[in-house]
């Protein structure tokens, strides 16, 4: 043998080691995961995901319906019609792709349909732009969708396959966003454990609808409901959605038994003893890990929460994880104008009337592919550390990297 | 699979989603009768078939070069009886 190897070992090996990109693992988690209906409009930063599986699909790896379709309203609705008709079904989009499908968003989570999709995150124009920013999927938190946000290229793989287990759960039967930062994440390569077919075959089993539409047992799906039912389905969503929250802890275990990897639905680093924890998500948590590292090796009493999860909102979680921290600096790569990052209101929401609550500080970062360093990091660290000491805030709110006259006003790069 | 259920009363007999039972024009009949039912005079009619061109539902027929009405899914507009220029077509109640 090559290499030296017992001549078992590929057959005994539960997985092959291979190099993607954040849409390579995405596209090739979707193989595995055998969807019969593909359905995607092509957009920067998701264009590989769209070419890698109109590949599989041409050259007869993956038995799909792929569709191909003249925008993203249109590809919802298609995905929608797929899933009703029985069919496992996924798409992906980026930004304004997003904002253009907004409408079959709700549809898509009030008829139930379990669909999957990817959303390589990227800013909203005006200004335009290609680059990072979580605004585009935080922008449709409200439509009925449960979010991951996905911090590196092993983790987008893992993710789409167990987002598919919790879409399709009886208890759940919601659609689900894997979203990963565009470019960071999308385009930045890493060595990736690829599980086997069979492997991903026994944890996620085919998909089974609710009501298959069928031309000789004709159904409306959703007729008109007059108020005295609408509010039940929606309670319905809401009930799905705090489901959701033990199934994603349920099936992320099962995984981890399986595959030797497991996420949880917010992961904490280093907050055991923490006086200042910072809370991110997707890629800038990465970098605020590295951040938190070298602060601890100068005996700083730092932490890191990153959310994984944002719809459903972990908040028990992360209440649970931030117990005796005194402050706390959120991390946000998107903005409510007028209000505030969303994971820092929800966040502060969230511990409001916890007497022990810790003070909460939003820092705004990372919007339109701004480069957010472990230095920027670090620097909020420390300013997280001074509320705590002192238990004062400065600033409730602070967008980092804006290059002012004033450099007091800021917090610039060194 | 599961049954559709239509009627409930209460938020636990709800069905998972919001479903429903339909009527639709292969299975059951969908016609109204507005403005009653038009009989077409066939001593009169020329088959020059505007009244099928007219017809908003594709309720009239051409039968072996004879214009006919479906009654399945005829509302009763009366556009083909407006529409006829020989008045071979009259909306009748019975």
Not at chain 2, 17 to 22: I, K, L, N, S
């Amino acid at each position: 043998m090559p290499g030296g190897g017992h001549p078992h070992d590929e057959e005994l090996a539960m997985t092959t080691k291979r190099l993607l990109t954040g849409n390579g693992a995405a596209a090739l988690a979707v193989k595995l995961c055998q969807p019969k209906v593909i359905c995607a409009y092509p957009i920067t930063p998701q264009t590989p995901i769209v070419e890698y599986l109109a590949k599989f699909v041409a050259d007869g790896e993956l038995k799909a319906e792929y569709i191909p379709i003249e925008g993203e309203h249109s590809a919802m609705a298609a995905c929608i019609a797929a899933s009703l008709a029985g069919a496992r079904t996924y798409t992906a989009t980026s930004s304004q792709g997003l904002a253009y499908m907004q409408e079959g968003l709700f549809y898509a989570a009030g008829v139930r349909a379990p669909i999957l999709m990817t959303v390589v995150n990227r800013s909203l124009a005006a200004p335009w732009t290609i680059l990072a920013g979580e605004d585009d999927s935080i922008s449709q938190r409200d439509t009925g969708w449960i979010q991951f946000y996905c911090e590196s290229v092993q983790e987008v793989l893992d993710t789409h396959i167990q987002a598919y287990r919790v879409a399709e759960d009886w208890e759940v039967r919601l659609p689900v966003m894997v979203c990963l930062d565009g470019f960071n994440l999308s385009h930045c390569y890493e060595y990736v454990e690829v599980p086997r077919q069979r492997d991903v075959d026994e944890f996620l089993p085919p998909f089974r609808p609710m009501y298959r539409l069928d031309v000789e047992d004709p159904k409306l799906i959703p007729p008109f409901e007059p108020p005295e039912w609408f509010m039940a389905f929606k309670l319905q969503q809401e009930e799905a959605m705090e489901n959701a929250k033990r199934r994603i802890r349920e099936v992320d275990e099962q995984f981890s038994e399986r595959f030797g990897r497991g996420y949880g639905l917010v992961e904490p680093f280093l907050c055991e003893d923490a006086d200042a924890v910072i809370v991110a998500m997707g890629t800038i948590a990465g970098t605020a890990r590295e951040a938190v590292a070298r602060m601890r090796r100068k005996r700083r009493k730092v932490g890191l929460v990153r959310i994984r999860v944002f719809r459903p909102f972990p908040r028990e979680e992360l209440k649970h994880a931030l117990r005796g921290v005194k402050a706390v600096g959120v991390i946000d790569r998107n903005y409510s104008f007028g209000c505030g990052g969303a994971v820092f209101t929800e966040l502060r929401s969230a511990l409001y009337g916890d007497r022990a609550a810790p003070i909460v500080l939003g820092f705004v970062a990372g919007l339109g592919g701004q480069d957010v360093t472990v230095h920027h990091v670090m620097e909020m660290a420390e300013k997280v550390l001074g509320a705590a000491e002192t238990g004062e805030v400065e600033r409730e709110t602070e967008w980092i990297g804006i290059r002012r006259r004033k450099p007091c006003q800021s917090l610039n790069s060194p | 699979m599961r049954k559709v259920k239509t009627k409930f009363e209460f938020y636990e007999d709800l069905p998972l989603g919001p479903v429903a039972e339909v009527e639709t024009s292969p299975l059951h009949r969908t016609d109204w009768h507005l403005h009653g039912r038009p009989v077409i005079d066939h001593e009169k009619c020329t088959a020059c078939r505007i009244c099928w061109i007219f017809c908003p539902e594709g309720a009239i027929q051409l039968e072996d070069g004879a214009v006919t009405v479906n009654y399945r899914y005829c509302k009763g507009c009366g556009i083909c009886a407006h529409e006829c220029p020989v008045g071979a077509i009259r909306m009748t109640r019975s």
